[in-house]
Structure formats: C-alpha cells, structure tokens
C-alpha cells in the first residue's frame, strides 16, 4: 500500500457536543499520523466550493447553512491507505445503518447532524485538503515509534 493523505473535518455538532478528542482518539489509535489541524468557522464560500458536487441538489443551501454555523475541526490525516480506513472508522453517512463501533454508528443522531465528514476518494481528497489548508499549513514528520513498526 501507498502512503496517502485524507481531509476529515468534525463538523459543528461534532465540536458543539464536545467530540473532538474522542474523534482524534480514534483515528491516533488506528496509527494514522496527524499532518494538518486548525479550527474555523467555514465561510459561505468556502462551504459552497466542499460541497460544490451537491449544488443542484435540494438539500445544498442546507449542508452549506449547517457547515458555516459554527466551528468546524479541519484534519489531514495521513498512512498506508488512510482513506478507505477513515471512511470504516467514520461508518456509513445515515447514522441509523452506520454500523456500532465506528464513529457516526457510536456519535451521530441523524443524517443532517452526522458528525464527521471524510474524503471519499484520492481526488476528493486531494481536492479538499487544497481547499481547506495552504502547503506551509501542513506538518511533515516522523514519529518516533516509527522504527518499532513492523512492515
């Protein structure tokens, strides 16, 4: 496997109910590596330009008015296949079929209120850790376990 990186974000309700440290806790445990972390409250244009593939959809001003109404956690994760892992730990986007265990099937309450976000796919995810973050934003280092692991 190729080493990758994704964008999660922890959306208002997330940081609203005081998830932030258990959401981090999960993907630091699976061994993920965290290279990007800021928290901000999304502006209108910078929500329309995420969720950008849904505007003809009629459920967009609300993803976009729900984003941008209140502080959001921004992450870059990155490790070996780190985006197809991410999105099992997130668990599936209707809480009531996420499975228990992952973080919406644990978390969530409904759909509209989800918790997390994580890219779906390399492009998604170079595309939305480019919207989200400039280059000198992003940390690159090494743990210093990372000679105990085994290949």
Known sequence: MTLERT???IKPDGVQR???SEILGRFETKGFKLVGLKQLTPSKELAEKHYGVHKDRPFFS????????GPVVAMVWEGEGVIASARKLIG????????PGTIRGDLAVNIGRNV???????DTAAFEIDL???????????PSDQSWRVE
């Open 7 to 9: 964008f999660v974000a």
């Open 132 to 142: 989200w973050f400039q280059k000198n934003e992003l940390v690159d280092w090494t």
């Open 92 to 99: 599936a986007t209707k809480p009531l079929e996420a499975e």
């Open 62 to 69: 609300g993803l976009v008015d729900f984003i941008t109404s």
């Open 18 to 20: 005081g998830l932030i």
């Open 116 to 122: 997390i976000h994580g890219s779906d796919g390399p």
